[in-house]
C-alpha cells in the first residue's frame, strides 16, 4: 500500500470548500435568497435582472399613474364644477327675463352673476401639483386672464397642445383637453356666453338669448367631461394590469432566488462539523511524520 506523504493539500483543499459552503449558507439565511450573487446561478441571475428591470419600469409607470389620475380626477371636478355654476347663471338669467323685476333687482342679479364669472375664471386656472390642467401644454402658467379688449372679457393664454403620458412599454395616454377647447371654443364660448347675459341684464335686453346661448355653452362643456371620464377608465385599468404584473414580478423572483432556509441550516450545520474535522485532522497531522504512516 502507498501512503500520500503529503495530505495537506488535501486537507487544506476540504477547509476552504467547507468555509465557502458555511459563508454561502450564512448568506442564504441572512439574506432569505438563494442567488446572491451570478455565480450562484447564472441562469436564474440573467433572468432576476430582467424581472429586476421589469419591476423598475413598472413602478415609474405606476408613479406616473398616481399623478396622472389626480389630474384628470381633478379636472372632472373642476369642469363639474363649473357645469355647475353655468346652470346657476342660467336659472339667475331666466329669473331676470321677467319684466316684472325691477332695475335695483336685475342689478343684484348682474351683481351674482359677476361673481359666477369671477368664479368660473378661477376654476378654468386650476392647477394640480403646481401643474395648470387646463393651460394645453404650458402648465406653468395660469392659462385664462382678463381682458377687457375682447368681447369675451376673458383671454386664453394657453396653447393647444395635448400632455401625453407614458403610462406603459410604448402605452400613452392623453392627460388633457386644452382650455381653448373647454371654454372658449367657437359657438361656445363659456365666457363670451357669461359676459353677454351680464350685458344683457345690465342693458335689460336681449336676456332671453343670452340665456339660450349661455345653456348651449354649459352643454357643450358638460359633453367634453366624457373625455375624462374615459381617460380616467384607462388610467385605472393599466394601474390594475400594472399592480397584477408587479405581484408576478415578485412571485416569479421568489421562485428563482428564494432560499430553501432549511436546507440552508442544514448545509449551515453540516459544513460547521466538517470545519472541525479538517481543523482537528490538520491540527493532528502537523504533530506527525512519515515514519508515523509506515508503522
Known sequence: MRINPNQMPDLLA?????????????????????????????????LLVQ??????????????????????????????????????AETLGIE?????????????????????????????????????????TITNTAPFVVNNNIPSGVGYVGNNGVNQVLIGNGYQLAANVPGSQLFSASGNDV???????????????????????????ASYLSAQRVFYGNAL??????????????????QEQNTLAAADMAQAATNLSQSQLDTQATLAAISKFTQNNLFDYIR
Do not use: C, H, W
Not at 406616473?64 to 369642469?79: F, M, P, Y
Open 14 to 46: 476540504a477547509l476552504n470548500q467547507s468555509k465557502l459552503i458555511t459563508q454561502e449558507a450564512e448568506m442564504q439565511i441572512a439574506t432569505g435568497r438563494r442567488v446572491n450573487v451570478p455565480s450562484d446561478d447564472p441562469t436564474a441571475a440573467s
Open 51 to 88: 424581472n429586476n428591470d421589469q419591476a423598475t419600469f413598472n413602478a415609474g409607470y405606476l408613479q406616473s399613474l398616481g399623478a396622472l389620475q389626480g389630474q384628470l380626477s381633478t379636472a372632472d371636478s373642476t369642469l363639474g364644477s363649473v357645469v355647475t355654476a353655468l346652470q346657476q
Open 96 to 136: 331676470g327675463a321677467n319684466g316684472t323685476l325691477s332695475d335695483a333687482d336685475r342689478a343684484a342679479i348682474t351683481m351674482e352673476l359677476q361673481g359666477i364669472q369671477s368664479q368660473v375664471m378661477s376654476l378654468a386656472n386650476t392647477s394640480y401639483e403646481g401643474v395648470y390642467l387646463f393651460a394645453g
Open 233 to 250: 377608465s384607462q388610467a385605472q385599468s393599466q394601474t390594475t394590469y400594472l399592480n397584477s404584473a408587479k405581484l408576478q414580478i415578485t
Open 191 to 217: 365666457f363670451l356666453a357669461l359676459n353677454n347675459l351680464i350685458l344683457a341684464m345690465q342693458g335689460d335686453s336681449g336676456i332671453e338669448d343670452a340665456v339660450g346661448q349661455l345653456s348651449t355653452a
